[in-house]
């Protein structure tokens, strides 16, 4: 072959590489937002550090409409995403990933053999294998406990005579209780003391966030996870918790995994927690070392999660005396005279308020994605570019990132009404709510995420709300102190904190019956 036909056909090469490219470069630049006012950590303080979570964010989703560019830390583009359409597509579809920080961490908290660590076919089969203790029925079996605890939390809180304390402790121990004894059939104090008092370590290391932090995970998600997971062998007080953490609960699930294979071997009855039921499951009993791998998971995720949402519910019926009052009233009718059939699901008022809560709270507000190759993101409305243009898609380039602003699309006037922005629990009862796509597993909501991965105890979290609040509610009334304002701000988790960041919840209590 001669040079001048070598050289056209590599110049020929090149071009179709490059057109290639080009109908594939990324137009996430030419997005509109909100100004950068710092190279270091772009708009990432703004979004995550200001003194009311959302100041920033819910303006510029006003402004710039659901998808909307915001600069990262080191001067990196990102978009947001709230668009239902984009929401549900980067969910389901295979295309997005964790970050490699995300990914490092979850390695360090939970375990190589949680099922959040897990991808592909391995996190596929193992979910799959996991469902069964994850069942509407399976949840029911759970009611007796939740209900022996909430009752012991309400005599705490009906002793307390109208003082104004904080919940925030008082719920997160109840959850706790709730968590172990659910899951592993056996009182929190079983476990340890070493791993309670770790595992409270790790709950206040997630209940903190700084610039730092904020600047460390940017960098984190420019390395690859291997040389990120070595990090793990640093000694340094988190670090050294986070092993510890994975140690207590290699540990604590052995012993009960253990304990509970003797127990079936002999006949007796394991099948009254979520690890008896997996180890007993007819038709396809999951390994032991799968279900210990889930301790770590279960500890930390479900504690916190649910008890803050709690939290939030609290303080929102404390600002609404009217409407906790209405819900009391729906809540001593349900009960009658047959306190331990209480028909839950249909309690309208409770279910809306419950819904309402998981809303205008979600767990977690924003969370990242990074494109696994290069994608064009389906759009349900247009978006405006930085030339004017209108485009109804955008090109994303592989290794790009995206937030998830799930604290956004749940503030959409077109999906919640005009007054979205506003708590009001009976929007889901009078047709305001717009039905839409199905984006999340509850009340189209992403409080629990959405797709492949959404939360597998999403059941668990809305069936224990509605029991506690129930116990709760029906029992003691809230009122909010004048000297204590409950602020919004996020760590790992959305969480209610005073004037200085502490996470915590004042509330007057006193009882009703």
Aim: aromatic content about 8%; hydrophobic content about 45%.
């Amino acid at each position: 072959m001669s040079y001048p036909t070598v050289l056209s056909a590599l110049i020929a090469a090149l071009a179709i590489f490059w057109t290639a490219r080009q109908r594939t470069r990324s137009t996430i630049k030419n997005i509109v937002g909100p100004p950068s006012p710092s190279w270091i950590f772009g708009n990432m303080l703004q979004l995550m550090l200001s003194p009311q979570y959302g100041t920033y964010e819910f303006e510029w989703s006003k402004v710039y409409g659901s998808v909307y560019r915001i600069k990262g830390c080191l001067g990196r583009d990102r978009i947001m995403v709230s668009d239902p359409i984009a929401l549900q597509y980067i969910l389901n579809s295979g295309m997005f990933g964790f970050s490699s920080t995300v990914q490092a961490l979850i390695h360090w908290l939970f375990g190589p053999r949680s099922v959040m660590a897990l991808n592909d076919v391995d996190h596929k089969q193992l979910r799959a294998a996991l469902n069964p203790a994850f069942t509407a029925a399976a949840v029911r079996q759970c009611q007796p406990v939740f209900v022996r605890i909430a009752q012991s939390l309400t005599e705490q809180l009906d002793n307390c005579n109208e003082l104004a304390i904080d919940i925030c402790p008082l719920l997160s121990g109840a959850t706790l209780k709730s968590i172990t004894e659910v899951v592993f059939g056996c009182p929190v104090e079983d476990l340890g003391a070493d791993f309670i008092e770790n595992n409270t370590r790790i709950v206040h290391f997630t209940s903190t966030r700084s610039a730092s932090q904020i600047l460390f995970d940017a960098i984190g998600a420019r390395l690859p996870v291997w040389l990120l997971k070595q990090a793990g062998h640093l000694p340094t007080k988190i670090f050294s918790a986070l092993r510890a953490q994975l140690y207590f609960a290699d540990r604590e699930g052995w012993r009960v995994v253990r304990a509970k294979t003797e127990a079936a071997q002999q006949g007796l009855e394991t099948e009254g927690d979520l690890y008896g039921m997996l180890l007993v499951n007819a038709e396809k009993p999951l390994p032991a070392a799968d279900i210990v791998g889930q301790t770590s998971l279960i500890m930390i995720a479900g504690q916190d999660t649910t008890g803050n949402t709690l939290l939030f519910a609290l303080v929102e019926l404390a600002r609404n005396p009217q409407f906790q009052d209405r819900l009391r009233a729906e809540i001593h009718a349900a009960i009658g005279t047959d306190p331990t059939n209480i028909p839950y699901d249909s309690m309208p008022l409770l279910n809306a308020f419950i819904k309402e809560t998981l809303r205008m709270y979600p767990t977690e507000p924003v969370t990242d994605r990074i494109a696994s190759e290069d994608v064009v993101l389906p759009l349900s409305e247009s978006v405006a570019t930085t030339a004017g243009e209108h485009i109804n898609q955008i090109h994303i380039r592989k290794g790009e990132m995206v937030t998830l602003a799930i604290a956004s699309y749940q503030r959409m006037a077109s999906r919640w009404g005009a007054d979205a922005d506003v708590f009001r629990p009976t929007r889901w009862l009078d047709g305001t709510v717009s039905q839409g796509e199905a984006v999340g597993p509850y009340a189209n909501l992403l409080s629990f995420l959405g797709g492949p991965r959404a939360c597998l105890g999403w059941r668990f979290a809305v069936f224990e709300m509605q029991v506690f609040l129930c116990e709760l509610v029906g029992k003691v009334s809230f009122s909010l102190p004048a000297e204590h304002a409950v602020q919004v701000k996020i760590a790992t988790t959305l969480m209610p904190t005073n004037a200085r960041g502490e996470k915590c919840a004042f509330l007057c209590v006193k009882g009703v019956l």
